[in-house]
Nanobody, 124 residues
Framework: QVQLVESGGGSVQAGGSLRLSCAASGHTYSSYCMGWFRQAPGKERERVARIYTNSGNTAYTDSVKGRFTISQDNAKKTLYLQMNSLKTEDTAIYYC?????????????????WGQGTQVTVAS
């Protein structure tokens, strides 16, 4: 059974930093791509960043470019999201997700496995 477990969320002042981690277990082969999504109250879930496991190619939503960095440690099967210069609008529940076979890695429906989410709150 595949499990994705996020950690590292919390409360921080605007301008601060947090690092999220997502540990994957239960799968015998590597993911095709992994991503970080977030969902704020009353809003749709949006993709924040994604990374292709083999190539390391990354992509970000415009609102986080230059502030967030997605990375991976394939040996540890762990995904990271370094978040700097946090803004109040970054407040949301953050989820990691994985897709295990080739295909699109763009929308939430493209991903097969999800973590339980971790709350990030940015205070002004």
């Amino acid at each position: 059974q595949v499990q994705l477990v996020e950690s590292g969320g919390g409360s921080v002042q605007a301008g601060g930093s947090l690092r999220l981690s997502c540990a994957a277990s239960g799968h015998t082969y590597s993911s095709y791509c992994m991503g970080w999504f977030r969902q704020a109250p009353g809003k749709e879930r949006e993709r924040v960043a994604r990374i292709y496991t083999n190539s390391g190619n990354t992509a970000y939503t415009d609102s986080v470019k230059g502030r967030f960095t997605i990375s991976q440690d394939n040996a540890k099967k762990t995904l990271y999201l370094q978040m700097n210069s946090l803004k109040t609008e970054d407040t949301a529940i953050y989820y990691c997700a994985a897709r295990w076979r080739g295909g699109s890695c763009y929308t939430s429906t493209d991903f097969n496995s999800w973590g339980q989410g971790t709350q990030v709150t940015v205070a002004s």
